[in-house]
């Protein structure tokens, strides 16, 4: 079945280390997302790649780093940096061109103590 | 930039029709999609308007009206696991990416 993965479901992390959450898919889609979501709040974009190797940066990068070594593979790691990482986290991918319809991971909700 | 704004909550009965509006504001884009997502899980993408009218999909439907920077979704003969936040965002024409709205909360009532 064709889809996208992200693990692990939930993390817990201490303040001060950084984390990297995976993100994978088999829907060879050209582009993939990184969005946040916190409690009652819609979808923030982190990142985005378009292709293998590029990448640019969303609405709320800051904190936050990416790299897009694969088509299928496309990791966030939070860093220390960012001052408040608590939140769902969601993967997403499409075909290139107007990124009308994305399909979505299950996400990874990150708590930080 | 671009900005969505939606009611954060609607509550209606089963076999009901619920009406979601969604205004936005921008200096372009392609056009407005609806997703779907029950508390806990994924987002799922539900309907695309890239023109101005009525897209029906099942007992959903979604419009758009560029003059009027407007559009909504349409829930009819709501059922219970229709209880689940609707999100409204724009494809935009600067880079391939989505802007969402806030989200509206449904809630549906036996």
């Known amino acids: 079945d064709g889809g996208i993965t992200q693990s692990p479901k939930y993390l817990f992390r201490k303040e001060g280390q950084n984390v990297t959450l995976s993100c994978e898919q088999n829907l060879n889609h050209d582009a993939m997302y990184w969005y946040r979501q916190d409690p009652g709040q819609g979808l923030r974009l982190i990142y985005y790649?378009?292709?293998?190797?590029?990448?640019q940066k969303g609405d709320i990068a800051e904190g936050y780093s990416v790299s897009r070594e694969k088509k299928e593979s496309f990791p966030l790691t939070v860093t220390s940096a960012q001052k408040n990482p608590t939140a769902f986290y969601l993967c997403?991918?499409?075909?290139?061109?107007?990124?009308?319809?994305?399909?979505f991971g299950p996400g990874t909700r990150l708590t930080v103590t | 930039g671009q900005s969505l704004e939606q009611p954060s909550e609607v509550t209606a009965v089963e076999g009901a029709i619920v009406q979601i509006n969604c205004t936005y504001q921008?200096?372009?884009?392609?056009?407005l999609s609806w997703y779907q997502q029950h508390d806990g899980g994924a987002p799922t993408f539900l309907s695309y308007n890239a023109l101005d009218g009525l897209e029906e999909t099942g007992r959903f439907s979604s419009f758009l009206s560029r003059s009027d920077s407007y559009g909504y979704l349409l829930l009819q003969e709501l059922q219970m696991k229709d209880s689940a936040s609707y999100f409204c965002a724009l494809a935009g024409a600067a880079g391939n990416k989505l802007t969402f709205g806030g989200g509206t909360r449904v809630l549906v009532k036996p």
């Open positions: 921008t200096s372009g884009f392609y056009g």
């Open positions: 997403a991918s499409s075909d290139r061109g107007p990124s009308y319809e994305q399909y």
């Open positions: 790649s378009q292709i293998v190797n590029d990448f």
